[in-house]
């Protein structure tokens, strides 16, 4: 068991396939279960990072779209609206629970978004959300 945390600090995809492989043993008591639980833990924080910083990207996006008059950019940004969108809708298929995260997060990813392009771009952005409901039609819009 100590010799699995030395190991998971020396050689970390070492410790993984030794960790999945007693797992499938349900060699239990050799777990090493701390970090174990820790990575665990992680994957689920790392989703939840990753939900939040798409859609901050997807919002910034369509601010760009919708209120910097660049016709020549409109296309790249759609384009990444569009796989934005997609990586979104894939993320919250893998784990339907994000649902509920989005509707929580989304108002304050606006105000980030809005924050961070006041800053590069000298429009006046909506202060208030303007867009359509965030998961019936947010995902659909460009």
Known sequence: MEMDKVLYDHDFVLWIEKTVEQLKTQNF???DLEHLIDEVESLGKREKRELKNRLITLFEHLLKRHYVPM??????WEGTIRRTQ???KDLLADSPSLSNLLEEI???C????????QLEYDVDF???YPFLSPLQNLLNQV
């Open 71 to 76: 016709p020549e950019c409109y296309r790249g």
């Open 106 to 108: 989304y108002l304050d």
């Open 110 to 117: 606006y105000q980030e978004s809005a924050a961070n392009m």
């Open 126 to 128: 909506p202060q208030d």
């Open 86 to 88: 997609s990586k979104l």
């Open 29 to 31: 008591s050799a777990l």
